[in-house]
C-alpha cells in the first residue's frame, strides 16, 4: 500500500543533512519511505492534499517521565527553590516513613502516562525516550497509541528521603536493590523489545549519576554491552549534585561516568549542564565536553524544565562546537517538543550573548536527527529513501505563523503542538486533524483532571511538613472573597 503526500515544504534530506524541498513530494510504502523530492510519477494507492504545508520527519523525545506532569503543572513553577544543599523547598522526596503516600496509584499512573504520551504525539513527537517507569501499561499503551518508544523500569543504588526537620538529600543505600533492579530491567527489555513491529525498544535507565554505586553503572556497562541496549541518565543536572560527586570521588559528574565506563555512543545524558566550564560550579575547563564529544556520548538537553529552576546549558553552540551530540527532550510539563526547540533557541542565545547561536536549524537538527543519533537509529528523524514512515504534517494557515520566508525559523519561532495536523507513525496515520485517533481525548482530560486532584490532595499526605499544593507553591493571586 503506497501513500503519496504533496507538500508543501518538505524536509527531506540528502543522506548526510535535511534539505527544504518547495512544493516537495514524500511517497511511503507500508511502514517506508520510497520516495522524497519534486515529483513523482508511479501509481500510489492513498493521495494525502499537504500544499501550503510543512512535512517534516517525526520528531524525537529524548526525554521525559511519563506521570510527572501531573506534579510539575502545580507546585513546582515559580517556587523559589534556592537550588543547593539543605533547601526543604524542593518538595521531591518524602520522609521515609511517609514514602509510601507518593506512588501515584495504578490507575492515576495509567491516566498520566497516558495523557503524556498522547501530548507528545500531538506535538509529532514520533519516538519517545520514558525515563524509568518501565511498567507493563505503558508498553501497552505505545502498542494502542501508535507510536515508537524506548522504555525500561529505572533503578539506583540508593533512596533519597527528606528529614523530619526538613534536611535534604538523606542517602540509604542499598547495593543489591540497585543490582536487583538492573536485573529487572534487563529482564524487561528481553520480555518487550521488539513488540509492536518494532515500535518498543528497550533502554536501561540507572536514575541518577549521584544515586549510583561504581559497581552498578560498572555492570550497566556490562549489561548494555551484552544486549545492545542504550542507556539513559540524569547527570549534571543540578548543582548539588556535581559538588557531591566531586565530594565523593574527586572527579566531576562526566568524570565519574567515564570512570565507570559509562560513557559512549550508547548513553543519552540528560540534561547535562552541571559540567566543567559552566559558571555555576566554579570549575573550570573544557574536560567534560571533551569528553562527552571524545566518547561520543549523547545529551537529552531540556531547556524549558530547566530554565525554570533559573539553570541554563552553557551553552548549545559550546556543545556542538566541541562535537558533542545534542538531543531534544521535554521532560515533565507541557510536553511539546515544538516549543522546546524555541526555548532551545532563545536561551541558547541569551547564554551566548549572540543571536547566531542556537539557530532554528540546529535546534531542528536536535529535535530530529539528533534524537536519531542518540538512539543510534539512521531509520529515523529523517525523509530519505529507506527511513521509516515517521511523518509529521504542520499546518501553517494562521496568524502566528503569517508570513512566511523560511519554514523552520516560523515552526520553531511562532509554531505550537496546536499545528500539528498529522502523525504518521510506522506508516500508520495516529493523529488526523491535531486529534489522536486511538483515543477520546474530551475523556482522556477529564480522567486526567480527576487523577491530578486525587494526588494533589494526597501531597500533605508525605511532604515533609504536611504542606499542601498550595504552601509550596502559593495561587498566583489570591481567592476572591
Ligand atoms: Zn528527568
Request: proline fraction near 4%.
Amino acid at each position: 500500500m503506497t501513500t503519496l503526500i504533496q507538500g508543501g515544504w518538505v524536509v527531506g534530506n540528502d543522506g548526510k543533512e535535511h534539505r527544504l524541498i518547495d512544493n516537495g513530494v514524500v511517497v511511503f510504502d507500508e511502514n517506508k519511505v520510497i520516495y522524497v523530492g519534486k515529483s513523482y510519477s508511479g501509481q500510489v494507492d492513498n493521495y494525502i492534499d499537504a500544499r501550503g504545508k510543512i512535512i517534516s520527519p517525526g520528531f524525537i523525545d529524548t526525554h521525559f517521565h511519563a506521570q510527572t506532569p501531573i506534579m510539575n503543572s502545580a507546585f513546582t513553577i515559580d517556587v523559589d527553590y534556592k537550588l543547593t544543599f539543605g533547601n526543604p523547598n524542593i518538595p521531591y522526596a518524602p520522609t521515609k516513613e511517609k514514602a509510601k503516600f507518593m506512588a501515584l496509584s495504578d490507575e492515576n499512573f495509567r491516566s498520566a502516562a497516558e495523557y503524556s504520551l498522547c501530548s507528545l504525539l500531538k506535538s509529532g513527537c514520533t519516538t519517545v525516550l520514558e525515563m524509568g517507569a518501565g511498567r507493563d501499561i505503558l508498553v501497552e499503551l505505545v502498542g494502542k497509541l501508535g507510536l515508537r518508544a524506548y522504555l525500561g523500569p529505572g533503578f539506583r543504588s540508593a533512596e533519597d528521603y527528606t528529614g523530619e526537620d526538613g534536611t535534604f538529600y538523606n542517602k540509604e543505600w542499598d547495593e543489591e536493590r540497585g543490582l536487583k533492579g538492573l536485573e529487572h530491567a534487563v529482564e524487561f527489555i528481553k520480555k518487550y523489545d521488539g513488540a509492536y513491529n518494532g515500535r518498543v525498544n528497550g533502554i536501561l535507565n540507572p536514575m541518577q549519576v549521584d544515586f549510583c554505586t561504581p559497581t552498578l553503572l560498572k555492570e550497566v556497562r556490562l549489561a548494555a554491552n551484552k544486549i545492545g541496549a542504550p542507556i539513559s541518565i540524569h547527570a549534571g543536572q543540578r548543582i548539588y549534585e556535581f559538588q557531591e560527586i566531586i565530594r565523593r570521588y574527586k572527579k566531576t559528574p562526566i568524570g565519574y561516568l567515564e570512570s565507570t565506563d559509562l560513557l559512549g555512543p550508547d548513553l543519552i545524558i540528560a540534561h547535562c549542564m552541571m559540567v566543567s566550564g559552566h559558571d555555576w560550579t566554579a570549575y573550570a575547563g573544557d574536560d567534560d565536553i571533551e569528553a562527552l564529544a571524545r566518547t561520543k556520548t549523547s545529551v537529552a538537553h531540556c531547556p524549558l524544565v530547566a530554565a525554570r529552576t533559573s539553570c541554563f546549558l552553557k551553552s548549545f553552540n559550546r556543545y556542538l562546537r566541541a562535537g558533542v551530540n545534542i538531543s531534544i527532550g521535554t521532560d515533565t510539563w507541557p510536553l511539546d517538543i515544538i516549543s522546546e526547540m524555541r526555548y532551545a533557541s532563545i536561551i541558547g542565545k541569551i547564554v551566548d550573548g549572540s543571536s547566531g547561536s542556537a539557530t532554528s536549524a540546529q535546534v531542528f537538527n536536535s529535535a530530529t536527527i539528533g534524537g536519531a543519533m542518540a538512539l543510534r537509529r539512521q531509520d529515523l528523524g529523517r525523509l530519505v529513501k529507506g527511513s521509516k514512515a515517521d511523518i509529521v504534517i504542520i499546518r501553517t494557515d494562521n496568524f502566528r505563523f503569517t508570513p512566511i520566508a523560511d519554514p523552520i525559523k516560523s515552526l520553531v519561532n511562532a509554531g505550537t503542538l496546536d499545528d500539528v495536523e498529522t502523525v504518521i507513525v510506522d506508516g500508520n496515520k495516529v493523529i488526523e486533524d491535531g486529534k489522536v485517533l486511538a483515543v477520546d481525548e474530551v475523556s482522556l482530560r477529564k480522567t486526567v483532571l480527576k487523577a491530578a486532584e486525587e494526588e494533589w490532595a494526597k501531597v500533605p499526605l508525605w511532604d515533609w511538613s504536611n504542606r499542601s499544593i498550595y504552601d509550596i507553591g502559593p495561587l498566583s493571586f489570591k481567592p476572591f472573597e
